[in-house]
């Protein structure tokens, strides 16, 4: 900052303009596939249309070489879905229908038969021909299963599509709410969703009959390999290969209010307040509109954030080193919570809090004061970024109830709209630009990752003498716990060596910081070229860690692989030591946490295969951000169903006198599962060490 830093800083906060931002959101629901719902989704022609907006406004505020980067993404155009059927009375009664990503083409109005599957388990299929017909199924996608499940288990039961009413876990605001999600399954595998106030009348006519007719007319087209955009636009500064990247999504589901064109507009009024205030950085600011984040990939677990992905990956990987922090935005004109937070990477939190700790006061949007939490998780795009090796942030978005209210349905609006949280969101990451453009070297500090690893073994240890229930691992488990040993030793090397290195980094920047606010541009200067392998080393460093430690599991959560691993070896062991004790339902359930095998429970082997299968043996391209991070599986389908049957013949034999069940299969099958997973965790140990003392030049 060439000003004054405090002068600066008021110059900025005084260019806020919230109410642009707030007509620039509202303007972009113009754009829809839909006429009445909204929909701006991958590759559609809504979604296009937006981007040419965003482009022209980018040029309009002054951003820089605006450019339209052309990504490769499966496209989705959905424009009808309206079904129509004669209740009790007589009475034509109709319903619009929301869409997933699939295809399913009526040409017209078009007769079906529908039935009602509960909640489209396997069981709920015996004994019913569904073959051609609608299939209405009540779900719990927040707390029972994800959408892609149930609707395969219809496409291969030979349904013509499946329905799918909300009961709970989203679009609880109201009974008429519709809800949408990425659809993470096959696009021939047809699936819509219905409001709980229109299912109701299905309902009450199939309590009394196993069929009725109904009228359906709907068009959704799913199109692979299609062209979209990213828009982009630049404040130039004084170093073009040192960047700061600002990114938001602008494709939707419904009018997308809040998630995400508050974001994007948020973006575009940080940028205009930036320029209005005249302000020269040092780093080029990049602005980045993304097209296809919630979902732009057929048939893949991980089948959103694809247009950042692609971004990172296959558009720009030349940023990667060159991009010293990615600020990511979703959702940022609600209160979520009790205070603001900055969800970050595990090394920008030291600077964060330093950050928050010295900001002047902002607009009071919150009862508490904004907190710095991490990591970062898999549900928006600053995970595609990291993994790239950009040091990413996003503010939270995941707290309070409107993810299970409002999120996703057609009551994203303007009416939960908080123009002091929006505000303060402008204020908070405005400043924060200003801030990371007063560093020389980029201050990422690595201790909290090398703390992770080391809470990890811990637990590592402590879960191997417990898996271990009658002395069955022998000398792996003695090797095992000789390698966690090791790694810890290292890891505490490890973590000396990065407290001090970003002691020097802070060293660095207080020192570049304070010349250039002394107008001691030269002097700065030439603080700046000497540290330029300090800053190249650090960003490939996280990089490195990103590729060596950063594992995801099978519902997106953000761990470690030792994590992973001993977590499972966790559950198994307990689950042998349950069934050698004769409790079958503790053992059960802690088998339905293991990898995703709660879906061995409830859906055909073909249904769990083809969900397990395709995360393994699918080409990068189409795993995307997930490609590489989730580990080895742990296949307990035969054993879960095995148990499941002596859980019936248990209930058969109730008071019979029979007082034990045979297990000694399924304990020796789980055993065998345990003596895996230590090899597996030994390792992963192993690696571990040569990753640490690689990363860490130990």
């Known amino acids: 900052m060439h000003d004054n830093g405090v002068t600066l800083q008021k110059k900025v906060l005084q260019n806020l303009d919230i109410p642009y931002s707030y007509e620039l959101a509202k303007r972009m629901e113009q754009y829809r596939s839909h006429p009445t719902l909204g929909y701006r989704p991958a590759g559609s022609k809504a979604e296009f249309e937006t981007g040419e907006m965003l482009k022209t406004e980018m040029e309009k505020i002054g951003l820089s070489e605006v450019t339209k980067d052309a990504v490769t993404v499966d496209g989705w155009e959905f424009h009808k879905a309206a079904l129509s059927y004669t209740n009790a009375a007589g009475e034509t009664v109709s319903a619009e229908l929301g869409a997933y990503q699939t295809t399913f083409v009526t040409d017209g109005p078009k007769e079906f038969s529908m039935m009602y599957l509960g909640k489209g388990t396997e069981t709920d299929y015996q004994g019913k021909d569904v073959r051609d017909k609608l299939v209405l199924v009540e779900i719990n996608q927040r707390d029972e299963w994800w959408i892609n499940y149930p609707v395969y288990q219809a496409h291969l039961k030979g349904a013509a599509a499946l329905i799918a009413v909300q009961s709970g876990g989203y679009g609880e605001i109201d009974d008429e709410a519709l809800n949408a999600q990425d659809i993470a399954?096959?696009?021939?595998?047809?699936?819509?969703?219905?409001?709980?106030?229109?299912?109701?009348?299905?309902l009450e006519l199939l309590r009394d009959q196993e069929e009725i007719t109904v009228t359906f007319d709907a068009e959704s087209r799913v199109t692979r390999n299609c062209t979209t955009y990213n828009i982009v636009g630049r404040i130039p500064g004084k170093h073009p290969d040192r960047m700061v990247l600002l990114s938001a999504h602008y494709d939707s589901y419904f009018d997308g209010f809040q998630d995400d064109n508050t974001a994007v507009a948020l973006m575009f009024g940080i940028a205009k307040a930036l320029l209005d205030s005249g302000f020269q950085p040092n780093n080029t600011i990049v602005i980045c509109a993304m097209a296809s984040e919630e979902w732009?990939?057929?048939?893949?677990?991980?089948?959103?954030?694809?247009?950042?992905?692609?971004?990172?990956f296959t558009a720009h990987p030349e940023w990667v080193g060159k991009v010293i922090a990615d600020l990511n935005f979703e959702l940022p004109a609600l209160a979520h919570g009790t205070r603001a937070r900055i969800r970050s990477c595990y090394e920008y939190v030291s600077f964060l809090e330093e950050y928050l700790?010295?900001?002047?006061?902002?607009?009071?949007?919150?009862?508490?004061?904004t907190a710095v939490t991490s990591p970062i998780e898999t549900w928006s795009d600053d995970f595609s970024m990291a993994i790239a090796g950009v040091p990413s942030m996003v503010n939270d978005f995941t707290g309070g109830s409107f993810m299970e209210t409002h999120y996703h349905s057609q009551f994203d609006n303007d009416e939960f709209y908080d123009e002091q949280v929006y505000r303060l969101h402008h204020e908070l990451f405005a400043l924060l630009i200003l801030a990371l453009d007063e560093t020389a070297?980029?201050?990422?500090?690595?201790s909290p990752v090398v703390q992770r690893i080391r809470k990890g073994l811990e637990q590592c240890r402590e879960i191997c003498y417990r898996a271990d229930v009658a002395g069955q691992l022998g000398e792996k488990k003695r090797v095992l716990l000789e390698k966690i040993e090791e790694l810890?030793?290292?890891?505490?090397?490890?973590?000396r060596r990065c407290r001090e290195e970003y002691e020097a980094v802070e060293e660095y920047n207080r020192n570049y910081k304070q010349l250039l606010r002394d107008g001691k541009y030269d002097e700065?200067?030439?603080?700046?070229?000497?540290?330029?392998?300090?800053?190249?080393?650090?960003?490939?460093?996280?990089?490195?860690?990103?590729?060596?430690?950063?594992r995801i599991d099978w519902y997106g959560n953000?761990?470690?692989?030792?994590?992973?691993?001993?977590a499972n070896l966790r559950l198994l062991g307990g689950a042998v030591r349950n069934l050698k004790e004769q409790r079958l339902s503790s053992a059960l359930r802690k088998l339905y946490q293991v990898d995703n095998n709660a879906y061995a429970f409830n859906f055909d082997e073909e249904v769990y295969r083809h969900f397990t299968d395709y995360v393994f043996h699918q080409p990068k391209d189409r795993l995307k951000w997930g490609y590489g991070r989730l580990p080895e599986h742990e296949n307990l389908y035969g054993t879960v169903k095995q148990l499941l049957q002596?859980?019936?013949?248990?209930?058969?034999?109730?008071?019979s006198g029979m007082k034990e069940m045979d297990y000694r299969e399924e304990i020796t099958s789980l055993e065998h599962a345990c003596s895996k997973l230590v090899v597996s965790l030994m390792n992963i140990v192993q690696q571990m060490e040569r990753s640490v003392t690689e990363i860490f030049e130990l």
């Open 558 to 566: 953000v761990l470690y692989p030792h994590e992973i691993c001993s």
């Open 357 to 369: 700790a010295d900001l002047p006061n902002l607009t009071i949007a919150y009862p508490e004061e």
């Open 441 to 446: 070297v980029v201050p990422l500090q690595f």
């Open 488 to 495: 810890e030793t290292l890891s505490d090397r490890a973590l």
């Open 524 to 550: 700065a200067e030439k603080l700046f070229r000497q540290i330029r392998p300090l800053e190249q080393k650090l960003l490939a460093r996280f990089q490195q860690e990103q590729d060596a430690f950063v």
């Open 185 to 202: 399954g096959p696009e021939d595998a047809p699936a819509f969703s219905i409001s709980r106030k229109d299912a109701a009348g299905l």
């Open 646 to 655: 002596k859980e019936k013949q248990l209930e058969t034999l109730t008071g």
């Open 296 to 312: 732009g990939v057929v048939d893949s677990n991980f089948d959103w954030s694809t247009g950042a992905y692609e971004q990172i």
